[in-house]
């Protein structure tokens, strides 16, 4: 069975933490920090890390495993479930255009009255005039403003 290969550091304060480490194995990283300030060197946790790696003291996972593991776990959460609401901006809904280039509106009407109501709202917003709704306590009355 082949040996595993020991990758080499890449740079001088790298090659001085994987020395320092052989050297004392039982070291702390402030410890090897302090050291390596001394020696002149910059040593951040992620090189602890790497060097342990290196030197086969801890496993190390595949990189970017967690990224690809996270991903279809993503996709899980974001189907569509029944009476769940969706987390973000909702989709754009584009106005129907009619034959004659205006936007389609299809209000529901159910009798004579809010047709006359409708009507007569149209005709005044067409003149110009501004209208409100106002509530009289039974139903809701449109009045030219």
Do not use: C
Request: avoid cysteine; aromatic fraction near 6%; hydrophobic fraction near 45%.
């Amino acid at each position: 069975m082949p040996r595993k290969k020991v990758a080499t550091a890449k740079s001088p304060a790298m090659d001085f933490l994987v020395s320092f480490m052989k050297a004392r194995p039982k070291a702390s990283y402030g410890e090897a920090r302090q050291a390596a300030n001394r020696s002149g060197h910059t040593v951040y946790p992620i090189m602890w890390g790497r060097a342990q790696v290196m030197l086969g003291r801890v496993k190390a996972k595949k990189r970017g495993s967690a990224k690809a593991a996270a991903a279809p776990a993503a996709k899980r959460r974001m189907a569509v479930r029944p009476g769940v609401r969706k987390v973000g901006r909702p989709r754009k809904v584009l106005a129907r255009k009619a034959p004659g280039g205006s936007a389609r509106v299809v209000l529901p009407i159910q009798d004579r009255v809010a047709l006359e109501s409708w009507q007569s709202f149209v005709a005044m917003m067409n003149a110009g005039s501004k209208v409100a709704l106002q509530y009289d306590g039974a139903r809701w009355v449109l009045v030219g403003v």
